[in-house]
Antibody
Framework: EVQLVESGGGLVKPGGSLRLSCAAS????????MNWVRQAPGKGLEWVSS????????YYEDSVKGRFTISRDNAKNSLYLQMNSLRAEDTAVYYC?????????WGQGTTVTVSS | QSVLTQPPSASGTPGQRVTISCSGS????????VYWFQQLPGTAPKLLIY???QRPSGVPDRFSGSKSGTSASLAISGLRSEDELDYYC???????????FGGGTKLTVL
């Protein structure tokens, strides 16, 4: 079964850090670009970051540039999002999704809450 | 960061055909593929349409996508009560080097 499973969310204080993970299974992870998308409570979907299959192309939404780092380990079939200098406005459910040109597989999401 | 423009709400009666619009610009919809997603609040989005008008396997042919210039549309025919969900469009933006999502449309089946 093709599947993405996110983990690593939680409650963190403003200025803190979290590392999200997305474990892929059921498909050739190394052949696909990957994405992070978030959804704040009661709000719409917001793209966060994307990474190409071999990590040679990386893109970020402006508000997370310099604070978030996307990475992947194709040997471990895993995608990551290192989030530093977290702000209250980063509070959201974070989803990983497969392929910039497909968007066909999504994880169930992991919740990040930034609050003192 | 700017978004693609969708109407916040749409409605129709069972069996009716409804369309949801997504307006962008030459740097996004005008030059890149459009994707449509369906979401039950609190759950992960589901891909409905990819590459402007392609349906993934398992998506009923009641759902169709189209694009013209800098706008795109999602059409739902034979409206059913289970279609009462949120719908989002998305497209790559060449100027921003990033993905834009529409603000979302809440569909009500009257």
């Amino acid at each position: 079964e093709v599947q993405l499973v996110e983990s690593g969310g939680g409650l963190v204080k403003p200025g803190g850090s979290l590392r999200l993970s997305c474990a892929a299974s059921g498909f050739t992870f190394s052949s696909h670009s990957m994405n992070w998308v978030r959804q704040a409570p009661g709000k719409g979907l917001e793209w966060v970051s994307s990474i190409s299959s071999i990590s040679n192309h990386i893109y970020y939404e402006d508000s997370v540039k310099g604070r978030f780092t996307i990475s992947r380990d194709n040997a471990k079939n895993s995608l990551y999002l290192q989030m530093n200098s977290l702000r209250a406005e980063d509070t959201a459910v974070y989803y990983c999704a497969r392929d910039l040109n497909l968007w066909d597989v999504w994880g169930q999401g992991t919740t990040v809450t930034v609050s003192s | 960061q700017s978004v693609l423009t969708q109407p916040p709400s749409a409605s129709g009666t069972p069996g009716q055909r409804v369309t949801i619009s997504c307006s962008g610009s030459s740097s996004n919809i005008g030059s890149n593929y459009v994707y449509w997603f369906q979401q039950l609040p609190g759950t992960a989005p589901k891909l409905l349409i990819y590459r402007n008008n392609q349906r993934p396997s398992g998506v009923p042919d009641r759902f169709s996508g189209s694009k013209s210039g800098t706008s795109a549309s999602l059409a739902i025919s034979g409206l059913r009560s289970e279609d009462e969900l949120d719908y989002y469009c998305a497209a790559w933006d060449d100027s921003l080097s990033g993905v834009l999502f529409g603000g979302g449309t809440k569909l009500t089946v009257l």
